[in-house]
């Protein structure tokens, strides 16, 4: 066999090289990382211990492993106390605001990427500046438009505010502008409407960017503690965040029984997460490339 024989034979036993193989063998970047995740998951592992434990075990000094697990710590979060229903307040409010986002911030991130109107990159630039101002500026403003409309202590003034969000808006403009002009060219020749363009060929395309903004979205407004204290006072229409709340008094704080709901309030945002980590990379990496 010639050197330069290009048999299959030959090619199968001979290593692939190149950019198109991805290396196995682990970075210098690990022995860094690694470490750090450890460090992140101690305050859940702590959290699980603690809601494992009898109140007496958590008293200790120095803290140690629970003596046996103690199961009852989560079935007395969650029949003592509406839990369920604050999941259920939770849930309704982050999905709407969920579906809200995905459907008006792809619109308006598609007007301000491909539709040239008048003041539109000073109304854009106007939307990325709310991202520099901290939501305690403008909370009272917002306090007082839900109680003008009559949505205080009810889950609209949940869901109001967080209908629309600037960087939903921001991400979703950067992956219009990286896709091909001519896709829309083509569509708007052969009679397609503005309306279908986005609906039927361009979203279809933006699988990474959406799932990204349904997920952050679904984090924020599921652990959102403050608005939700502010505009809320009846249990009815407590989230879980504050309903988790309720949990500690003045005294005294029954802190197995409170790590106990608040791992039961995580598990879905876990399972969210876990489910669209892998969209992470691929939109933020890509985002502002044209």
Same mark, same amino acid.
């Given at each position: 066999?010639?050197?330069?024989?290009?048999?299959?034979?030959?090619?199968?036993?001979?290593?692939?090289?190149?950019?198109?193989?991805?290396?196995?063998?682990?970075?210098?970047?690990?022995?860094?990382?690694?470490?750090?995740?450890?460090?992140?998951?101690?305050?859940?592992?702590?959290?699980?211990?603690?809601?494992?434990?009898?109140?007496?075990?958590?008293?200790?000094?120095?803290?140690?492993?629970?003596?046996?697990?103690?199961?009852?710590?989560?079935?007395?979060?969650?029949?003592?106390?509406?839990?369920?229903?604050?999941?259920?307040?939770?849930?309704?409010?982050?999905?709407?605001?969920?579906?809200?986002?995905?459907?008006?911030?792809?619109?308006?991130?598609?007007?301000? /990427?491909? !539709?040239?109107? *008048?003041?539109?990159?000073?109304?854009?630039?106007? &939307? +990325?500046?709310? =991202? @520099?101002? #901290?939501?305690?500026?403008?909370?009272?403003?917002?306090?007082?438009?839900?109680?003008?409309?009559?949505?205080?202590?009810?889950?609209?003034?949940?869901?109001?505010?967080?209908?629309?969000?600037?960087?939903?808006?921001?991400?979703?403009?950067?992956?219009?502008?990286?896709?091909?002009?001519?896709?829309?060219?083509? /569509?708007? !020749?052969?009679? *397609?409407?503005?309306?279908?363009?986005?609906?039927? &060929? +361009?979203?279809? =395309? @933006?699988? #990474?960017?959406?799932?990204?903004?349904?997920?952050?979205?679904?984090?924020?407004?599921?652990?959102?503690?403050?608005?939700?204290?502010?505009?809320?006072?009846?249990?009815?229409?407590?989230?879980?965040?504050?309903?988790?709340?309720?949990?500690?008094?003045?005294?005294?704080?029954?802190?197995?029984?409170?790590?106990?709901?608040?791992?039961?309030?995580?598990?879905?945002?876990?399972?969210?997460?876990?489910?669209?980590?892998?969209?992470?990379?691929?939109?933020?990496?890509?985002?502002?490339?044209?």
């Amino acid at each position: 066999m010639t050197a330069g024989d290009t048999t299959p034979a030959r090619r199968a036993g001979r290593p692939r090289t190149g950019a198109g193989v991805r290396s196995r063998r682990p970075s210098g970047w690990h022995l860094l990382l690694v470490p750090l995740a450890l460090v992140m998951l101690v305050p859940l592992i702590w959290m699980l211990l603690t809601s494992l434990s009898t109140l007496e075990e958590t008293r200790r000094f120095p803290p140690g492993l629970p003596s046996s697990l103690h199961w009852g710590n989560y079935r007395q979060a969650w029949a003592e106390s509406p839990f369920a229903h604050w999941l259920l307040n939770s849930a309704i409010v982050s999905l709407t605001c969920v579906i809200s986002n995905l459907v008006l911030c792809s619109m308006a991130g598609y007007a301000f /990427a491909r !539709i040239r109107f *008048a003041g539109s990159r000073l109304v854009f630039a106007a &939307i +990325l500046a709310t =991202l @520099m101002v #901290p939501f305690q500026v403008v909370m009272i403003p917002t306090l007082l438009i839900v109680k003008h409309l009559g949505l205080v202590d009810s889950l609209p003034a949940l869901i109001a505010p967080n209908l629309v969000t600037p960087f939903g808006i921001y991400l979703l403009r950067q992956f219009f502008l990286s896709l091909p002009v001519e896709l829309e060219e083509a /569509a708007l !020749i052969d009679g *397609a409407s503005r309306w279908r363009l986005l609906s039927r &060929i +361009l979203l279809p =395309l @933006m699988g #990474p960017p959406l799932s990204t903004v349904a997920v952050l979205t679904f984090l924020s407004v599921w652990n959102d503690f403050l608005w939700p204290l502010v505009v809320t006072s009846s249990p009815s229409t407590m989230t879980v965040q504050i309903g988790l709340a309720t949990f500690q008094s003045a005294h005294f704080t029954n802190w197995p029984v409170l790590m106990a709901g608040t791992l039961l309030s995580q598990l879905p945002v876990l399972a969210l997460f876990l489910a669209g980590q892998r969209y992470f990379v691929s939109s933020i990496a890509n985002t502002g490339i044209k």
